[in-house]
């Protein structure tokens, strides 16, 4: 099995034909692997953008390139032809997902299609690398150069924010935390359109109580002090994005406010509950 580590890079405009912003592809840059990680190939090319002609400012200045760098570069689709007998079969891999969406995106402006043709198989890296070390957490993601610094993998910053300099830096940090984790667990099969759907799913806090994704089961509270469960005494309210009341624990004779969460995934919903005390001051008047 083979492994292509992709990054991209991209200039956003606006399309007056489609009347929407588009994330356009300015840079493609990629590593390929053998199964035992060593490097058998590299994949760098630039495009010429089509939507909008100039690079924004911040572009230039992360990726240090010109208008007249990318004026020289090929076409979307043709780069991307030519990418894709560069992959041949292999698990395509990136620092995130935002690449990913990124040519999804790409293939659907210019192609009106959704589907990546030579994509079979997909890992999400920074996922991969987060549960390698134990510190994946969906709401908190670390960056490339940051999870570099994190585990001692040295880099250079003036080579970052280039596509194969980022892609070359992902397989350094991949290699250093290689094993600690099973690969197989983060790679998903991506030739179907479940992956599509996946992947282009917008995740969101359910804010609507009456919501059927809304287990209400996960809305009753136990006293920390005793175990027991403890009567919700006021109605819920809504405050970022989180439920809240207060219970009262008659055991215990304690009261609290517990919170609630509830955040739509593609594949469930995912629950976060905690107590928070009541300030002294609180607890006083009660």
Not at 175 to 189: A, F, Q, S
Not at 204 to 230: N, W, Y
Request: charged letters at 30%; a positive charge.
């Amino acid at each position: 099995m083979h492994y292509v580590i992709l990054d991209l890079e991209w200039n956003s405009a606006y399309s007056k034909t489609t009347h929407q912003f588009v994330n356009e592809i300015i840079e493609f840059g990629a590593v390929k692997v053998d199964s035992d990680f060593n490097e058998v190939g590299e994949f760098s090319r630039l495009i010429a953008p089509r939507v909008k002609k100039k690079l924004n400012g911040r572009v230039k200045q992360l990726t240090h390139l010109t208008n007249e760098d990318v004026a020289d570069g090929g076409s979307f689709l043709s780069v991307a032809s030519s990418f894709g007998s560069f992959v041949d079969g292999a698990v395509i891999m990136t620092w995130g997902t935002s690449d990913i969406h990124a040519l999804i995106e790409n293939y659907s402006f210019y192609t009106g299609s959704r589907r990546i043709p030579f994509l079979t198989a997909y890992c999400d890296l920074q996922e991969y690398c987060e549960r390698a070390i134990d510190r994946y957490d969906e709401g908190n993601q670390i960056g490339l150069g940051r999870f570099a610094e994190l585990i001692g993998v040295e880099f250079s910053e003036d080579e970052q924010h280039r596509a194969t300099a980022d892609a070359v830096l992902s397989l350094k940090i991949l290699k250093k935390v290689m094993g600690n984790y099973p690969l197989e667990k983060c790679i998903l099969k991506a030739d179907c359109e479940a992956f599509y759907d996946r992947m282009l799913f917008k995740n969101h806090f359910i804010t609507d109580l009456s919501s059927p994704d809304i287990d209400r089961s996960q809305m009753k509270f136990v006293c920390e002090s005793c175990g027991k469960q403890a009567k919700r005494v006021k109605r819920w309210k809504l405050h970022n994005k989180s439920f809240s009341s207060d219970f009262y624990c008659k055991s215990c004779d304690e009261r609290f406010t517990g919170r609630v969460s509830f955040k739509k995934r593609y594949d469930g919903v995912k629950v976060n509950k905690r107590i928070v005390a009541p300030r002294p001051q609180e607890a006083k008047k009660e």
